[in-house]
C-alpha cells in the first residue's frame, strides 16, 4: 500500500536541488498574533464624542492653480505606469511627503486627470498624524479642504480627521453594514457623498496588509457618463438626487455605535462637472443615493436600477489598485466609485486609514 500524506517524510524534487518535508510542513505552527503593526491607529468609538453640524465653507480647488506640465510631482526620476486608458496611474520614485506647495497643486490636478493614482514606496504611514493631516489639508493659499469628520466610523483617539478601516478575525464592521447573508459583497460607492460639501482629492494608506486580496476596486464615473447616449445625457442633466445619511446612522444605533452628528439627507445633481477639469460625471453611487427628486417612486427606482447596474458593470473602465508595504492612494471622490475586495482569508487583518478633504457642493453640469 502506497504510504499516506502524514506518513512520507520527504519528497525529492525532480531538479534535485530541493527536498520538501511534508509531515514538518503539516505540523508548522500558527504564527502568533502580536497585534497590530501601528497601535496608535486602532479605530476608537466613543459614543459621548459628538460634533456640530457641517457648515459651508468656501473652496477653491488646488487644481486648478497647478502647472499643467507638473514639473514639482513628475520630475525625471519619477516613473509612472498607467492602468487604464480610462482612469489609474501607478507612481514610483515620489515622496508625497516631500512635495511643497507647487507639488500638492500638481498632485490634485493629477488625480483629477487620471482620476486615482497609486504611490508606491512612500513613508506616509510613518510620519507623525499632524503632518498626516497637515498634507491631506494641503494648508496654502487654497487648499484640499477641511477633513471631514465622520460621524459613525472609528478614528484615532484625539484625531477625529482619521477613518479607520479595520478588520480581522474577531472584528469585521462592513460585513455587518451590508449583510452577511449577500453572495456578493461588492459594495459601489463615493465617500459620505451625503454630505453638504462632499470629498475631493482623497487620501488612503495601509498599515496591515493581508497575505493576497483586501484590494480596492475604482471606477470612472466620468467615463460611465460618456458611454451613455447623447440623448440619454441630456435628460440626466439637470436632475438631482437625495443622499442619505440616516442608514449609516441607525446601523451605528442599533449596534450601539456613535452618533457623532446628526445624520443629513442632501441633494446633489446626477451630473456633476468637475471645478478645474470641467470634465462631467455621473453622481449616483449604491451607497448613499437613495431617490430621484420629482420622479415617483417606480421611475426613481427604475432609474436609478439602470445607474448602479451601468456603474457595476462597467468592467472596462475600472481597475483594481493593489497594495503592498508604503502604498498610498490617492483619488478623487468627485469623479470616482470604488469599493472594498471581501477576498482575503477572514484570519488576517487588514488595517488601513483615510483622510477625506471635502470640496466645492457640487456644480451641475
Known amino acids: 500500500m502506497a504510504p499516506s500524506v502524514s506518513e512520507t517524510i520527504t519528497e525529492q524534487v525532480s531538479n534535485g536541488f530541493a527536498k520538501l518535508n511534508l509531515k514538518q510542513e503539516k505540523e508548522k505552527p500558527v504564527p502568533v498574533d502580536n497585534g497590530p503593526s501601528y497601535p496608535f491607529y486602532f479605530p476608537y468609538f466613543d459614543v459621548d464624542e459628538k460634533f456640530p453640524p457641517t457648515e459651508l465653507f468656501e473652496h477653491t480647488d488646488p487644481g486648478s492653480r497647478a502647472d499643467k506640465a507638473k514639473p514639482h510631482l513628475l520630475t525625471p526620476e519619477t516613473t509612472v505606469n498607467h492602468l487604464s486608458p480610462f482612469i489609474g496611474s501607478e507612481v514610483s520614485g515620489v515622496q508625497i511627503s516631500k512635495l511643497g506647495n507647487e507639488g500638492l497643486d500638481e498632485l490634485a490636478l493629477f488625480a483629477a486627470e487620471r482620476k486615482v493614482l497609486v504611490f508606491r514606496d512612500q513613508d506616509f504611514k510613518d510620519l507623525t498624524p499632524e503632518r498626516q493631516i497637515e498634507i491631506a489639508r494641503h494648508v496654502a493659499i487654497w487648499y484640499f479642504g477641511p477633513i471631514q469628520r465622520h460621524p459613525t466610523s472609528g ?4 484625531f477625529p480627521e482619521f477613518h479607520v478601516v479595520y478588520r480581522d478575525a474577531q472584528n469585521d464592521r462592513f460585513k455587518e453594514y451590508i449583510g452577511g447573508d449577500r453572495a456578493n459583497r461588492t459594495s459601489w460607492h463615493s465617500d459620505v457623498s451625503y454630505e453638504k460639501q462632499p470629498p475631493g482629492t482623497t487620501f488612503f494608506f495601509l498599515l496591515d496588509q493581508p497575505s493576497w486580496g483586501g484590494d480596492t476596486l475604482f471606477l470612472s464615473q466620468a467615463e460611465a457618463y460618456k458611454r451613455l447616449s447623447p440623448e440619454f445625457q441630456k435628460r440626466l442633466e439637470g436632475l438631482r438626487a437625495v443622499h442619505s445619511a440616516v ?4 446601523h451605528s444605533r ?3 455605535g456613535p452618533v457623532r452628528r446628526e445624520p443629513v439627507e442632501t441633494e446633489h445633481p446626477v451630473v456633476r462637472q468637475h471645478p478645474v477639469t470641467g470634465e462631467k460625471a455621473l453622481y449616483v453611487n449604491q451607497g448613499f443615493t437613495k431617490r430621484i427628486v420629482g420622479f415617483r417612486d417606480e421611475e426613481s427606482e427604475f432609474l436609478l436600477k439602470f445607474l448602479f447596474d451601468h456603474i457595476a458593470k462597467g468592467a472596462d473602465y475600472h481597475i483594481r489598485a493593489t497594495y503592498k508595504p508604503g502604498t498610498v492612494v490617492v483619488w478623487d471622490n468627485r469623479l470616482t ?7 482575503f482569508d477572514t484570519s488576517e487583518r487588514r488595517h488601513a486609514v483615510r483622510l ?6 457640487p456644480i451641475p453640469a
Open 155 to 158: 478614528n484615532v483617539k484625539g
Open 247 to 250: 442608514p449609516q446612522a441607525d
Open 254 to 256: 442599533k449596534r450601539g
Open 337 to 343: 466609485v470604488h469599493s472594498a475586495t471581501g477576498d
Open 356 to 361: 477625506t478633504p471635502q470640496a466645492e457642493v
